[in-house]
C-alpha cells in the first residue's frame, strides 16, 4: 500500500523529493535496481545535496554493473557526508574492484577510523586488499586479527587462523 501511496503522490506532484527518495529504497529494497536507479536520479536531480539518494543511486547502479558510474554517485555521497561509515566502505570496495588499489585502501582505512576498528566487515576487505593487491601480508594478518576480535565464533575462524598465519609466514620470508 506505501508503494502505491508513494507512486499516487509522484503522478501529482513529480518533484516531490521525499517520496522519490522513499520509493527509491523501496525499489531497492525489492531489488528493482533501473526503477530504484531511476527515482534517486530524479531526487538528486530535485535535491543535489540528498545523501541517502546519491548511496542509493550507487547500490543500484552498481547492482546494475555500471561501476564507474556507481563510483561516481558514492563519491558525491562521501561528498556530502564524509563520516559515513556505510559510504566509505562502498567507496573502498568499489575502487578495489576497479583496481584502483591506493585510492581503496584510503577510502577502506577512513571507514575503519570512522568506524572506531570495530566493523568486521571492514577488517575482512583491509585484509583482502591487502594480501591479494597491496601484497601487504603483514598487513593482511593484522586486520585478519582484528577481525577474529570482532568475530570470535565466526564459522570460519580456523580458516581465517590458518590464513593469519600464511599471511605471516609471506610477510616474514620477504614475499
Known amino acids: ?7 499516487q503522490a509522484l503522478k ?8 522519490l527518495e522513499r ?14 536507479y531511476n527515482l534517486f536520479k530524479k531526487a538528486v536531480s530535485v535535491n543535489e545535496r540528498g545523501f541517502n539518494c546519491w548511496y542509493g543511486m550507487s547500490i543500484a547502479l552498481g547492482q546494475l554493473q555500471k561501476t564507474e558510474e556507481s563510483i561516481t554517485a558514492i563519491q558525491k555521497a562521501v561528498s556530502i557526508n564524509p563520516s559515513s561509515v556505510e559510504a566509505q566502505f562502498l567507496l573502498g570496495t568499489s575502487l578495489r574492484k576497479m583496481q584502483k588499489f591506493e585510492d ?3 577510502s577502506l582505512k577512513e571507514a575503519d577510523k570512522l568506524a572506531k576498528g570495530k566493523a568486521a566487515d571492514i577488517h575482512w576487505n583491509l585484509a583482502l586488499l591487502y ?3 597491496l601484497k601487504k601480508y603483514s598487513s593482511a594478518a593484522d586486520h585478519l586479527e582484528q577481525y577474529l576480535k570482532i568475530k570470535p565464533n565466526d564459522a570460519q575462524s580456523e580458516s581465517v587462523k590458518k590464513l593469519i598465519k600464511q599471511f605471516r609466514d609471506k610477510a616474514a620470508a620477504g614475499n
Do not use: C, T
Request: charge should be negative; charged fraction near 25%.
Open 23 to 36: 520509493l527509491g529504497q523501496e525499489y531497492g529494497a525489492q531489488e528493482k535496481w533501473e526503477l530504484s
Open 1 to 7: 500500500d506505501g508503494v502505491n501511496f508513494l507512486e
Open 12 to 19: 501529482i506532484f513529480p518533484d516531490y523529493f521525499l517520496a
Open 104 to 106: 581503496a585502501e584510503k
Open 131 to 133: 594480501a591479494h593487491n
